[in-house]
């Protein structure tokens, strides 16, 4: 079959520019997206979800396969954690070890740690005496560098081993959201197979680019950042607050105070700034906007003189556009600071009354030291679930318009029949057809193209031309009637059993990033060398391939700008013809060439209608002369049908559009 395709991605040829044109859309969408917040790095525009925690746990429920794997990151990261955690407890040993022994080392020897506290009690050195009671020290020794050494040795330990867990639980994390993601690709994929083409009528290219790529590649990013660290941060807080609270519960209460208010900071900080980079990013959407008008539109620019008013215009919103970026980044800034002051504040408030609590006895001064390092590690992992909740966010609402995708209702499924080898009889059948419901385009349409026919259709642009052969093409389901193909309802077999019986080749001359070899060999991917020569010269494309400095293996750029309209229309055809199909579809195949090539291309498509069944949509009525059929349709119906002679006798609504074709090129050639 070589129907023309509705996008441009080549088959085995990656070209990722030649979506630019229909990503152009999605570009504006993206830039002027609503709810944008600082994020985690201050500058991605964030987009709330409109159903955060059903969504959530739909994204969630495609990783229930990795369970095995999932279990294993679990695990990793209750053992990583853990042991960073104790780590500082370990630590605090280390000190006591050091201010016993350089305390001991004074005491005098010979004596035992029960005495020395007596003897300091009945000194009046009370406070001393409690002090030294909560210490390791062993009177005239000094450092004990063998129980120093085992303290360290274990704390390294540790350290290294959580260390290489937070590696392997990343490492394992990174393959479980690639198979999520590659899985959630997939099965977009093969759900636009499935949707009708009603479905991208509605829906704008580049928007559905966009979900299939930045969508999820932002989906991806969002699992690939956040469950590790949300997990982590989590498992941190847990048990932080256990170690802290082993440790002390009046400290711990202390710790606790900076909770609501680094809640309140956050909230009062995030809710400006993201206020300012939702203006943010709708100033650099508007600000886009203006530079792709100017560059698009930059002849039209210089004709009128208003490279000026451009200008003005430009400098106005890259202005507001900085300022907005200036606010937004001022605030977004202010995070840290803030926070790491709300931190020094409980660093104070845990040294202070760690000291008290050293000097009256109640705790070793390890304990003091671990405290500290946990309060740090506590403050942490709240920020770190703060700035997660942005990023969170805007993954989910992603996530909502891919499943928006997937929950889109799908063309209704393929019947099991077989057609026979095709003669190329069709007949339309008492058709109804409507784009709307309650509005019907085509109303009870019958007629039969019988094998080997060239069939025209004509009429007023609206009038259900192409909707005739798209319906032909079952690209859209009837409301009523059915289409017969050799006598067998096309209903009834499967798509693309149907459409590998036809050949389209349309006014846009769609052709794919490759060599010109390559857009031939599309229409029938097994055929032969000879074979596809044979198609290059019966539609002249042989002709001109020569005159290229690499023949057939000339490389189409991205806009097919290095041929000709023309040269590409013979392409197409080439196409077509390569693919041998029983029933032709042209729809305006030479609207957009010169006279001279559209002598060649008439030839070609000539050539290529021989022995078909054709179906030719054409305004320029002079290329529809020798058409077996000529259909006349206004408004969805037929309201004429015969030759080329017979309506011009007849005085009807063909008469009427050849005499006006005729009076306006008479009236240009006379100018």
Known sequence: MSTEPSSKPAPGVPQAATSVKANQRSKHEAIARKNAGPGTHGMAPVEKAANFMPSLKRLLARMRGERILI????????????????????????????????????????????????????????DFADMLATMPVVPGQGIDQHALGRILLLALVLYVGAMLMTFLQGWILNEVVQRVVYG??????????????????????????????????????????????????????????????????????????????????????????????????????????TIEESFTGHALVKVFGRQREVEQLFAERNRELRERSFRGQFLSSMMMPVMFLIGNLNYVVVAVVGGLQVARGRMPLGDVQAFIQYSRMFTQPITQLASMANLLQSGVASAERVFEVLDAEEMRPDSEGHLAPSRGRVEFRDVDFSYTPGRRLIRDLSLVAEPGQTIAIVGPTGAGKTTLVNLLMRF????????????????????????????????????????????????????????????ARATYVDRFVHSLPDGYDTVIDEEGSNISAGEKQLVTIARAFLANPSILILDEATSSVDTRTEVLVQQAMNTLREGRTSFVIAHRLSTIRDADLILVMEDGAIVEKGTHAELLASGGHYHDLYQAQFRAAAVEVAS
């Open 71 to 126: 279990g294993i990151v679990v695990a990793l990261a209750v053992f990583g954690v853990a042991g960073n955690v104790v780590g500082p407890k370990i630590l605090g040993r280390a000190t006591d070890q050091i201010v016993a022994g350089v305390v001991g080392k004074d005491l005098p020897a010979g004596v035992t740690k029960a005495q020395v506290i007596e003897q300091m009690r009945a000194a009046g050195r009370g």
């Open 184 to 289: 959630l690709r997939r099965d977009l994929s093969a759900k636009l197979d499935r949707l009708p083409l009603s479905y991208f009528d509605k829906q704008p290219r580049g928007e559905l680019l966009s979900r299939m790529t930045n969508d999820i590649d932002n989906v991806a990013q969002t699992l690939q950042q956040t469950l590790q660290q949300i997990l982590n941060a989590l498992l941190m807080v847990v048990g932080v607050l256990i170690m802290m609270g082993s440790l002390s519960l009046w400290l711990t209460g202390a710790t606790l105070l900076i909770v609501p208010l680094s809640g309140v900071a956050a909230a009062l900080i995030g809710k400006r700034a993201q206020k300012e980079f939702q203006g943010m990013w709708a100033a650099t959407g508007t600000l886009n906007q």
């Open 476 to 535: 859209y389901e009837l409301d009523g009637g059915e289409i017969l193909l050799d006598g067998v309802d096309i209903s009834s077999v499967p798509r693309a059993e149907l459409r590998h019986r036809m050949g389209m080749v349309l006014q846009d001359t769609w052709l794919f990033g490759g060599t010109i070899r390559d857009n031939i060999l599309y229409g029938r991917l097994d055929a032969t060398q000879e074979e596809m020569l044979e198609a």
